[in-house]
């Protein structure tokens, strides 16, 4: 006997962010064409910057220095100079993510103990019908919260309109189904600018984020880069 199994889409949220940047990017991705040479200056920041979150939580506590950030931001560091607005852009972009990182990480704004860091997570959200995988930073316990209370932290470049729209509604929903609780807080601190913005989800947000969700999920172009189980509308199982 066998069964038809639908296509299931999976929102990726890097593929999401650059469909929303670069829309005409993704008719190349249909024919499987995309090129490494179509990332920019900012995903490469991004791409060092992540890594080195992934770091520093992964020495002992003694070992999480200056030092450390700023080797590992030397070790991740893009080659590729010729994608920044000038050679003295691409040195002051890696001195200010230096500088960035080390007041984050080891002036107070990050948890010293995270529950989790650098880690993609997939959850399946029942309400509509899609799968969300996402990169968490950070996710720790909230310090003025109740014992169940976390938050979560993203180190970004992109601190747009759009990009925190993105990154607010989708982690909302994303918490909602794989954690059945939405986080106290949701933060994103700037690595370009040194600011963090705050942002509070709640039962009325959560309504609003599904719905932005929904939208984004019907807008989606119809490209396997979004399908978990791509090459037709359905696939036949033994």
């Not at 199994?5 to 999401?16: A, M």
């Not at 994608?83 to 500088?99: A, G, P, R």
Request: proline residues 4%; charged residues 25%; hydrophobic residues 40%.
């Amino acid at each position: 006997m066998m069964d038809q199994i639908p296509v299931v889409l999976r929102v990726e949220d890097y593929k999401l962010e650059e469909l929303l940047r670069c829309p005409e990017h993704f008719a190349k991705s249909k024919s499987g064409r995309k090129q490494k040479s179509d990332v920019n200056w900012r995903q490469m920041v991004q791409f060092a910057a992540s890594h080195c979150v992934n770091d520093f939580y992964g020495l002992p506590e003694g070992g999480r220095t200056q030092d450390a950030i700023e080797a590992s931001v030397e070790h991740w560091w893009t080659n590729r100079n010729y994608k920044f607005h000038s050679d003295e852009h691409f040195l002051q972009m890696k001195q200010t993510v230096k500088e960035q990182l080390s007041s984050f990480l080891l002036g107070g704004a990050c948890p010293r103990t995270p529950i989790i860091f650098y880690e993609q997570l997939t959850a399946y959200v029942e309400e509509l019908d899609l799968e969300l995988s996402q990169i968490f930073h950070l996710v720790a316990a909230d310090p003025d919260g109740g014992a169940d209370d976390y938050i979560v932290q993203k180190l970004a470049v992109d601190v747009d309109e759009d990009a925190l729209g993105l990154l607010f509604h989708m982690t909302s929903v994303f918490c909602m189904s794989a954690f059945e609780k939405l986080p106290t807080r949701i933060e994103v601190l700037s690595l370009l600018s040194g600011k963090k913005v705050v942002y509070v989800p709640d039962e009325e947000s959560l309504e609003g984020s599904y719905d932005y969700m929904y939208l984004i999920k019907s807008l989606l172009p119809e490209a396997d880069v979004f399908k978990v189980n791509p090459g037709s509308s359905f696939q036949f199982v033994m």
